[in-house]
């Protein structure tokens, strides 16, 4: 009787339990694992979501062409150079933005006169509209904008540089940019990631006569690692899928220097409405990414520190 | 004999004038409903707001058709707005659509957005021809929409320039050398040395260069008749080899860098910053009215579009195809009949209300100078802001020839690819021929990929 009735709480307890899940579950279903599972299959079709008149008759409307689209991103110049450019994103941007949000945590942890504006100073960049932001340093950096009157003032160039649309240059103004408002949310995370080091270490450092710097890298660098290496996972995602901050900059330019992937991705399936190969371009950028997550999985155990 | 004779002499003359009746006939006798007092709600969407014209222009209907609502949706007719116009005839709330630009339209009729009108106009007879100038605009032999807007494309200048630099009189044809002549004339600059004012300019796009030889030819700037890309043609290279030299090495037109750069468009530079004195465009004369964000104290000349030699055929100098309207609707939908009664009324009579929004009516039944009153208001108001006389001359004389495509062979990207290797040109970074070859090359890729 006992044992029937622990059955019965048992059920109960379950129902409840997937009741309270289900909410999230199907949010979780329809809005990330039916979208993921339909970007793989449509990657093997030619596909025109504006075509289709009845969700019934879908199938009628996806011819299946295997590996064809990849076959194409293998010749697709401008997917190629976003690639190429995604990295230079990403390989410039990830380390500069982790190592100046860590200087300026650990500065900011110490005694500083009017820390907590200056933590809100560095902060708000990382809330505000990309967007906005974006338009902002397109003015700074127009042809006759703040920077070239600042660099023709200093005597460093003579005419202004047209930063951008000049292609060896028409990165840099994104780099700035995404290096300026990721900084805030890097410093924030390292702050936390600091008052957890325990003061101890370096009381005990101090005693041996440790200097600053090597307080520094003896002990804040290898304790705030495992931070150090969710950082560079998360900005690393980030920047592969980096999109806004690109689309600022490149809106009417025309060239092909400084898009990103995501960018092509958009280009593909909104404009050309190739939504079948724009789902094998959101392949390959899965696949980098899994790619790059998985080398640092790999390589943590030589710098990280638990 | 000579009572025959006479006759058939009474005859022939006759009969160019009933040819013009009966063209007459042609196009308007389709365009009205038997029962003008049919009912029914649609939606229209277009890039233009109430204020430009489409306010006038729905009155104007209902004074027609009073018991027809016409809901005015504007969308912005960029990728972005496109993608919202798309996606919003997939759910239904799209019925009566005016595309800007034919790779927008193809867009459409290719994805079958549009209802295809083949029967109706067949029932109705309606002539093409007749009424647009062309039946070119078809996909898959089937009839979508009706080319009913039209672009005039011309040089505007500001005649406080023109006439300071002594350039006498407006001319009512020149060439591209006469026209960087005259750019040279009025660049004005600084103490320094340094340009204050470019005298020319191209228009904002980058594509402009293209119809120089688009002048010559008369259509598909982009493509050769054999099919393949015309980026090699030895006319688009002088131009835009023309076009790097104006703006890069004598710096007598505002560089397209700044403009692609800045985000700049012509009549900015024209009217709000005063950094070019005349510049090609397809759209000043929208700005001109508008006092509020464009008033100058200039009077603005008009200069039909340079051709290559005196006497040449000017294909740029007449109305060019830009807009097409169609029905998004259902047929079935109770509305169809009202949607339809709309459209035919727009594509004709209605079209004209496009000029308020500097767009040119491509309807060959349109009344001569509605243009500059529905601007302006009056040839009187028109005078405090044009040089009417050249604006009548240039501006959206649908009567002369015009430039058209029809040419649709991977046209985004192509067009894209254009987009690309004009600024690596203009930006210095290739020479015009380095950039025009990697993008023939490319171009014709593109073209043989999709064929």
């Known amino acids: ?59 009628k409307y996806i011819s299946w062409i295997g590996l064809d689209n990849f076959r194409a991103i293998l010749r697709d110049r401008r997917f190629m150079q976003s690639i190429s450019n995604t990295f230079v994103y990403a390989f410039t941007t990830v380390p500069a933005s982790i190592v100046l949000g860590l200087v300026i945590a650990y500065l900011l942890n110490g005694r500083v006169f009017c820390k907590k504006p200056l933590r809100l100073a560095f902060f708000i960049p990382y809330i505000s509209s990309i967007v906005a932001l974006g338009a902002v340093f397109k003015f700074l950096f127009r042809e006759d904008g703040l920077v070239n009157r600042a660099l023709m003032g200093l005597g460093w160039i003579a005419e202004p540089w047209k930063w951008t649309v000049e292609p060896s240059l028409s990165k840099i103004p994104i780099i700035f940019l995404v290096i300026w408002t990721s900084l805030g949310y890097v410093m924030i995370i390292y702050m936390a990631a600091l008052q957890n080091v325990p003061r101890s270490l370096y009381e005990a450092a101090t005693i041996d006569g440790a200097s600053g710097f090597q307080q520094f890298t003896r002990i804040t660098l290898p304790m705030v690692s495992p931070t150090t290496f969710y950082l560079v996972i998360v900005r690393l995602i980030a920047i592969f899928k980096i999109f806004g901050s690109v689309n600022v900059f490149t809106m009417g330019s025309s060239i092909a220097s400084n898009t990103s992937i995501v960018q092509e991705i958009y280009s593909s399936a909104f404009s050309d409405y190739a939504h079948g190969y724009a789902s094998a371009q959101s392949v390959v950028l899965l696949l980098i990414i899994i790619l790059f997550t998985a080398i640092n999985f790999g390589g943590q155990k030589k710098w990280v520190h638990y | 004999m000579k009572k025959v004779l006479c006759l058939l002499l009474a005859a022939l003359m006759l009969l160019p004038t009933l040819a013009a009746f009966a063209e007459g006939e042609d196009i308007t006798s389709w365009i009205l409903e038997d029962d003008t007092s049919i009912s029914g709600e649609i939606s229209f969407w277009m890039p233009f707001k109430g204020s430009q014209g489409m306010d006038a222009l729905i009155a104007d209907f209902n004074s027609i058709y009073p018991n027809i609502k016409v809901n005015l949706n504007t969308y912005n007719n960029n990728s972005d707005g496109n993608l919202s116009v798309n996606t919003s005839i997939l759910a239904g709330e799209v019925d009566v659509l005016a595309s800007f630009g034919l790779s927008n339209a193809y867009k459409r009729w290719e994805a079958g957005l549009y209802v295809d009108l083949t029967d109706l106009v067949e029932e109705e007879g309606i002539d093409l021809v007749a009424n647009w100038g062309s039946d070119a605009f078809k996909y898959d032999d089937c009839i979508y929409t009706f080319p009913c807007g039209g672009l005039s494309y011309y040089v505007a200048i500001n005649m406080n320039a023109w006439n300071a630099a002594g350039l006498g009189e407006l001319p009512t044809e020149w060439t591209w050398d006469d026209y960087f002549a005259a750019s040279k004339a009025m660049t004005e600059y600084n103490e320094d040395g340094t340009v204050k004012v470019y005298g020319g300019s191209s228009y904002h796009s980058q594509n402009y260069y293209t119809y120089v030889y688009g002048s010559l030819v008369g259509k598909n700037a982009y493509y050769d008749e054999d099919g393949t890309c015309s980026f090699d043609n030895p006319v688009i290279i002088k131009a835009l080899q023309d076009e790097y030299n104006a703006e890069i090495v004598d710096k007598i037109w505002f560089p397209k860098s700044i403009y692609r750069g800045d985000n700049l468009q012509s009549q900015q530079t024209f009217l709000v910053e005063r950094t070019c004195n005349s510049s090609l465009t397809p759209n000043m004369v929208r700005f001109l009215p508008d006092t509020a964000n464009y008033g100058v104290d200039f009077i603005t000349g008009f200069a039909p579009w340079p051709v290559i030699e005196k006497g040449q055929t000017n294909y740029m100098s007449g109305v060019s195809p830009f807009s097409h309207a169609g029905i998004c609707m259902d047929p079935d939908d109770e509305d169809f009949p009202a949607a339809w009664a709309f459209l035919k009324w727009y594509s004709t009579y209605g079209v004209k209300y496009l000029a308020a929004a500097g767009h040119q009516p491509n309807w060959k039944g349109t009344e001569a100078g509605s243009a500059l009153s529905l601007l302006f208001g009056s040839e009187e108001e028109a005078a405090k802001f044009v040089d009417v006389e050249s604006f009548k001359r240039v501006v959206g004389v649908s009567t002369n020839p015009s430039y058209y495509e029809d040419e649709l062979t991977a046209y985004s990207k192509v067009n894209s690819l254009m987009a690309e290797y004009t600024m690596y040109a203009l930006n210095d970074v290739m020479s015009p021929e380095e950039a025009l070859a990697e993008l023939t090359k490319l171009a014709d890729e593109a073209i043989a990929a999709e064929r």
């Open chain 1, 1 to 59: 009787m006992a044992r029937k009735y622990r059955n019965q709480n048992q059920i109960k307890e379950n129902i409840a339990g997937y009741a309270f899940v289900m909410p999230a579950l199907v949010t979780y279903v329809l809005l990330i694992a039916f979208p993921f599972f339909l970007t793989l299959i449509l990657s093997f079709t030619e596909f025109n979501f504006l075509k289709v008149r009845s969700l019934a008759k879908l199938g």
